[in-house]
């Protein structure tokens, strides 16, 4: 272990040894892979609540247009928000007062969220679904539910850092 590096000094990439590159770039890379694989998990489980949920409405061909389904969602999710984005911009510019902005922008995302369930149900291969928006409805509810349960706890836990600061 190199001790040169004293606990106040700021470290840059450049001084830096290889083997500590090393270590970084390869820590860096688990990160990634580990960030990437949960997003993954959580979009083929919510995937997998709104099938089994809408279970007479959904048709697959097997297991593996489940998984082309969670493979083309985060590119019909782009393309989603390439169309929302015009109107995300348009409410940036406008004076609402800030809770009417994040009522919007909560709205925006509902949207977002429909419209890349309606392109994952299209574009997937071996995918059939009747109603298309019934699904893509349950998962923009399932979205809903799961933002507010972030911000409850995230309220809870500024909530005990003031409480703890006190």
């Excluded at 390439?82 to 994040?102: D, E, M, N, V």
């Amino acid at each position: 272990m190199d001790d040169s590096h004293q606990p106040d000094e700021e470290s840059t990439w450049a001084s830096l040894s290889r083997r500590e590159k090393a270590l970084a770039a390869f820590g860096m890379t688990g990160l990634a892979l580990g960030v990437i694989t949960a997003v993954l998990a959580a979009v083929l489980l919510g995937l997998l609540a709104v099938a089994a949920a809408s279970l007479h409405l959904v048709e697959a061909d097997g297991i593996g247009t489940l998984f082309w389904g969670v493979a083309l969602f985060l590119p019909c999710n782009a393309l989603a928000a390439l169309f929302i984005y015009p109107l995300r911009s348009g409410l940036r510019l406008t004076t609402l007062a800030t809770r009417t902005k994040k009522a919007t922008e909560a709205a925006l995302s509902v949207a977002t969220t429909f419209l890349a369930v309606l392109f994952t149900g299209y574009f997937t291969p071996g995918l059939r679904v009747q109603h298309p928006w019934l699904p893509a409805l349950l998962a923009a509810l399932l979205v809903v539910l799961a933002n507010l349960g972030v911000r409850k706890m995230e309220r809870r836990t500024s909530n005990q850092g003031l409480a703890e600061g006190s």
